[in-house]
């Protein structure tokens, strides 16, 4: 039978001007056309052929030799060709570009930009193309805890974090404890495994070990307070989402901060905000 989406090896069953007709060995009932340009050079009848099989600018089922970028089933990284009123449309190595509609965004993407996606049979039985890939990343990495890997960010979650694709292909999440915004989707990442869960999915961080993090978070929060003018206006009892929105890192990871900075004798809590002390403080990055 035919399939869409696949690339299948196909019998020549009849010629005629405009190409050939192709058909499976078991079904020559069910032939698709390969127009002329693309027909092999001196091609005969019961000759085989190995063709991709989609559906062309009239939506009608037809056969290529061309090799597109992506089959059913796979994840690829595509670029977008052109944005119209029912979605993006995508370069995939084919003469008509693959839909990716707006409901199978998980975000907004622009002409030029370039997206994972997997391709997909629709309830019309036409070929698109969805961003939202989670299920169709592998889990079978061969990283380890504390191993670093770079990967694209492709959708956020307020309730479980940022999902990241490692190498475009294993299935890895900065869990929501761990992410203050510091990503965003689409972004490309380097992040370091933090744990390699029993189904084979990877948990990330794009932050130090916390001793070395430490450090990197001081500095940070004394140069918030210079944007301040000298004074944050909330301490280390804020909301979570106001540290977040604020300082780009979690609570837990404010207040190990606040602490060295208290210890070191650089900070000073009120009960409203967090203020320079009077002495020197020495900026490394001076």
């Known amino acids: 039978m035919l399939e869409l989406g696949k690339k299948q090896k196909l019998t020549v069953i009849k010629k005629v001007d405009f190409g ?3 058909a499976a060995e078991e079904n020559k009932d069910e032939k698709v056309l390969l127009p002329r340009r693309q027909v092999p050079e001196g091609a005969e009848y019961g000759d085989e052929i190995e063709v991709f099989i989609y559906r062309d600018s009239k939506d009608r089922i037809i056969a290529t030799t061309a090799e597109p970028f992506i089959t059913i089933g796979e994840i690829a990284v595509l670029r977008v060709a052109q944005t119209g009123k029912i979605g993006a449309f995508l370069d995939w190595g084919l003469e008509k570009d693959l839909l990716l509609p707006f409901r199978e965004q998980t ?6 930009d370039e997206c994972l996606v997997a391709l997909y049979l629709d309830k019309s039985s036409r070929l698109s193309s969805t961003m939202k890939v989670y299920h169709y990343l592998r889990t079978d990495s ?5 191993d670093m890997v770079t990967g694209l960010v492709y959708e956020i979650s307020r309730q479980f974090g940022a999902f990241v694709a490692v190498d475009n292909q294993y299935s890895a999440l900065i869990p929501a404890k761990e992410f203050a915004g510091e ?3 689409g972004d490309r990442i380097r992040a370091r495994v933090t744990a390699v869960k029993e189904d084979g999915k990877l948990n990330l961080s794009v932050r130090e070990k916390a001793y070395m993090q430490i450090e990197v978070d001081a500095q940070t929060i004394l140069d918030v307070i210079d944007e301040f ?3 944050l206006p909330f301490n280390d009892k804020a909301n979570p989402e106001v540290i977040k929105r604020e ?3 979690t609570k837990n990871a404010f207040k190990r901060a606040v602490g060295r900075l208290l210890k070191e004798g650089k900070i000073e809590i009120t009960d409203t ?3 320079k002390t009077a002495g020197p403080v020495q900026n490394r990055h001076e």
């Open 20 to 22: 050939v007709y192709l």
């Open 107 to 112: 975000y907004l993407v622009q002409e030029g």
């Open 142 to 146: 061969p990283y380890q805890k504390d």
């Open 183 to 185: 990503v965003n989707a």
């Open 229 to 231: 003018s000298g004074a």
């Open 247 to 249: 300082m780009k890192m």
């Open 273 to 275: 905000s967090i203020r």
